[in-house]
């Protein structure tokens, strides 16, 4: 790992951090792990190589499986070789195939994980195959409906996170809310929390909110074995928590059929400048803007493509190996949490 960013809360650190020195948790004594930290199943990012690094570093790895697609997902579970993985899913785009469900069952999963929808019809066929069913949450409702069907983990996603979710909540609030929701109602459920959570002062600060560990997206997105042009995450390492926006302009131009609540936080470019607030204007100009789209993805054109990064972009400063990110993270959070 580079240095310590000139200034920041962990510069007098050593650099390399190459040990882990395990964090207990109700969620590392659940699931044997040595770390508290989840990769967040990044559609398309969350490779098997990252889900697998990240596993054998002491967390869980989780493929991200997103929308679905059968042959890259066969092709990733190969990736992660041996490791416990799990995979995740967007949960409206499974229901309209959900036989994808299948072919990531077959691989023995550590977990599944359901976002943006509802979960119950999938419970039954993930816990009889024997994963866990992890269920990324916005709000309150959210959280009793994850857990009436069956949740055995709760992820708490805040507004900050990369990706999409909601924004009407924020990270600090909604953990111990949903922590008291289960601690309450469902004992036995584990609570991880999301969105902006990028070094160990973020996992320590989860870690004190309630949350059993945390589930991190935008830090693991800037890692080495990330599925991610290398343009993208260079060009990402200049920006701040304030050169995002939760925007609907991506999902429209993509033709996705979001449910009108979800929005995805980006990094802002020209293409979020020219469409963000005029989305009636987008879609009477959706041929052109598809060809820009399209065109972008082709040449890594960094002023129209889609980079999803959360808020916590603005503590990214280099890209570095997974097992190292998970190392100084669980090290600084452990320090944090026993001094
Ligand atoms: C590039 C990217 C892609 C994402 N794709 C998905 C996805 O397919 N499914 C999902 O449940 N969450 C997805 N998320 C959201 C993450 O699960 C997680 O909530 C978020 O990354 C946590 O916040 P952070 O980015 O600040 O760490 C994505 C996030 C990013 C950054």
Same mark, same amino acid.
């Given at each position: 790992?580079?240095?310590?960013?000139?200034?920041?809360?962990?510069?007098?650190?050593?650099?390399?951090?190459?040990?882990?020195?395990?964090?207990?948790?109700?969620?590392?004594?659940?699931?044997?792990?040595?770390?508290?930290?989840?990769?967040?199943?990044?559609?398309?990012?969350?490779?098997?190589?990252?889900?697998?690094?990240?596993?054998?570093?002491?967390?869980?790895?989780?493929?991200?499986?997103?929308?679905?697609?059968?042959?890259?997902?066969?092709?990733?579970?190969?990736?992660?070789? $041996?490791?416990?993985?799990?995979?995740?899913?967007?949960?409206?785009?499974?229901?309209? $195939?959900?036989?994808?469900?299948?072919?990531? %069952?077959?691989?023995?999963?550590?977990?599944?994980?359901?976002?943006?929808?509802?979960?119950?019809?999938?419970?039954?066929?993930?816990?009889?195959?024997?994963?866990?069913?992890?269920?990324?949450?916005?709000?309150?409702?959210?959280?009793?409906?994850?857990?009436?069907?069956?949740?055995?983990?709760? =992820?708490? $996603?805040?507004?900050?996170?990369?990706?999409?979710?909601?924004?009407?909540?924020?990270?600090?609030?909604?953990?111990?809310?949903?922590?008291?929701?289960?601690?309450?109602?469902?004992?036995?459920?584990?609570?991880?929390?999301?969105?902006?959570?990028?070094?160990?002062?973020?996992?320590?600060?989860?870690?004190?909110?309630?949350?059993?560990?945390?589930?991190?997206?935008?830090? %693991?997105?800037?890692?080495?074995?990330?599925?991610?042009?290398?343009?993208? $995450?260079?060009?990402?390492?200049?920006?701040?928590?304030?050169?995002?926006?939760?925007?609907? =302009?991506y999902d429209l131009v993509r033709e996705n059929p979001w449910p009108g609540h979800y929005t995805g936080r980006v990094l802002c470019n020209a293409f979020t400048a020219r469409w963000h607030g005029h989305e009636s204007r987008l879609v009477e100009a959706l041929p052109d803007a598809q060809t820009t789209y399209r065109q972008a993805h082709a040449h890594h054109d960094l002023d129209n493509l889609n980079i999803i990064v959360g808020e916590a972009v603005g503590q990214v400063h280099d890209v570095t190996p997974a097992a190292?990110?998970?190392?100084?993270?669980?090290?600084?959070?452990?320090?944090?949490?026993?001094?």
């Amino acid at each position: 790992m580079s240095p310590p960013h000139p200034g920041s809360f962990f510069a007098e650190e050593s650099r390399t951090m190459s040990v882990n020195t395990p964090l207990t948790t109700r969620l590392t004594t659940a699931l044997e792990l040595t770390s508290p930290v989840v990769l967040a199943p990044m559609d398309l990012v969350s490779g098997g190589r990252l889900a697998a690094a990240v596993t054998r570093a002491g967390g869980l790895g989780m493929i991200g499986g997103g929308y679905g697609d059968r042959d890259w997902l066969i092709r990733e579970f190969a990736n992660a070789g $041996q490791a416990r993985v799990g995979c995740g899913f967007i949960t409206w785009s499974l229901a309209r $195939q959900p036989r994808l469900l299948d072919v990531a %069952l077959d691989h023995n999963p550590v977990a599944i994980m359901l976002s943006f929808g509802d979960p119950a019809p999938f419970v039954d066929r993930i816990h009889t195959a024997g994963a866990k069913v992890i269920c990324q949450i916005h709000s309150l409702d959210d959280a009793r409906r994850a857990l009436s069907a069956g949740a055995d983990i709760l =992820v708490a $996603q805040g507004g900050e996170a990369g990706g999409h979710g909601t924004a009407t909540r924020s990270t600090f609030t909604l953990v111990p809310e949903i922590a008291d929701l289960a601690a309450a109602t469902a004992p036995g459920t584990l609570v991880l929390a999301a969105g902006g959570i990028a070094d160990g002062r973020g996992l320590a600060a989860a870690l004190m909110l309630g949350a059993d560990g945390a589930l991190i997206g935008t830090r %693991l997105w800037a890692s080495s074995e990330a599925l991610v042009p290398g343009p993208a $995450q260079r060009h990402a390492l200049e920006a701040t928590g304030d050169d995002t926006i939760r925007t609907s =302009v991506y999902d429209l131009v993509r033709e996705n059929p979001w449910p009108g609540h979800y929005t995805g936080r980006v990094l802002c470019n020209a293409f979020t400048a020219r469409w963000h607030g005029h989305e009636s204007r987008l879609v009477e100009a959706l041929p052109d803007a598809q060809t820009t789209y399209r065109q972008a993805h082709a040449h890594h054109d960094l002023d129209n493509l889609n980079i999803i990064v959360g808020e916590a972009v603005g503590q990214v400063h280099d890209v570095t190996p997974a097992a190292e990110l998970l190392h100084t993270i669980t090290n600084q959070a452990h320090r944090l949490l026993t001094v």
